[in-house]
């Protein structure tokens, strides 16, 4: 069975500061990852993807992703947070169902805080 | 905007009572997904649909049902409703449910059952 772990619940950081969030997964056969925002009283957003290819993935609003298979790691990274960074962060893994279908899996989320 | 639609937005009913939730995928989306998410249990997958047929199935409750209709929208049925089932409920879309596509996330049905 596929899993995620974000073993941080929040992560605080100074505006302006590198800034960092962590996923592990678990998975059979080749990971599809994933990582999404979700801001207050909004639905999850899309940032970026890793499927193959260069280990350092980069999405939306400056973030950016490295996948290491050895530490079977997806960190989410952005060299210089703003203020506006400030939300909720799920990292995600995609495999196959038993059917052979789809089926993603989402971690419990990072609250990121970033302090002005 | 992410063009998946959710109605209704918020919800209020009483235990024991039955409620249906809502989703219209983005135009030309065949995949839905149904989560549910609270602050205990994180974001918990419960159902997908392709195409009106059931693709895969989380951890939906057996009091818990969904279909994919023609029209490709799909309806969310909670019934026997609890204090526990209180949880924001996504609907996401995706093109054909391929492990590579990402999700669209509706901005979800805030449920409180009191």
């Known amino acids: 069975a596929q899993s995620v772990a974000q073993p941080e619940d929040q992560v605080n950081v100074a505006e302006g500061n590198p800034l960092t969030v962590k996923c592990t997964y678990s998975?059979?056969?080749?990971?599809?990852l994933f990582w999404y925002v979700q801001y207050p009283n909004r639905g999850l957003q899309f940032l970026l993807k890793y499927i193959t290819g260069d280990n350092l993935v980069k999405g939306s609003y400056g973030f950016e992703a490295e996948f290491n298979k050895s530490q079977t790691s997806f960190h989410l990274k952005k060299p210089s947070a703003l203020v506006s960074d400030s939300a909720l962060y799920f990292c995600?893994?995609?495999?196959?169902?038993?059917?052979?279908?789809?089926?993603?899996?989402f971690g419990t989320g990072t609250k990121l805080q970033v302090i002005p | 905007d992410s063009g998946v639609t959710q109605t209704p937005k918020h919800l209020i009913t009483a235990t024991g009572q039955r409620v249906t939730l809502r989703c219209s995928p983005r135009?030309?989306?065949?995949?839905v997904y149904w989560y549910q998410q609270s602050l205990d249990q994180g974001l918990q997958f419960l159902i997908q649909y392709y195409n009106g047929e059931e693709r895969a199935k989380g951890n939906i409750l057996e009091r818990f049902s969904a279909q994919q209709f023609p029209d490709l929208h799909s309806e969310l049925n909670l019934s026997s409703l609890e204090l526990g089932d209180s949880a924001l409920y996504f609907c996401?879309?995706?093109?054909?449910?391929?492990?590579?596509?990402?999700?669209?996330f509706g901005s979800g049905t805030q449920l409180s059952v009191l």
């Open positions: 995600a893994v995609s495999a196959l169902s038993s059917g052979g279908y789809q089926k993603v899996t």
């Open positions: 135009s030309g989306d065949l995949s």
């Open positions: 998975v059979s056969g080749n990971p599809y």
């Open positions: 996401a879309s995706s093109a054909t449910g391929r492990r590579n596509e990402k999700l669209f």
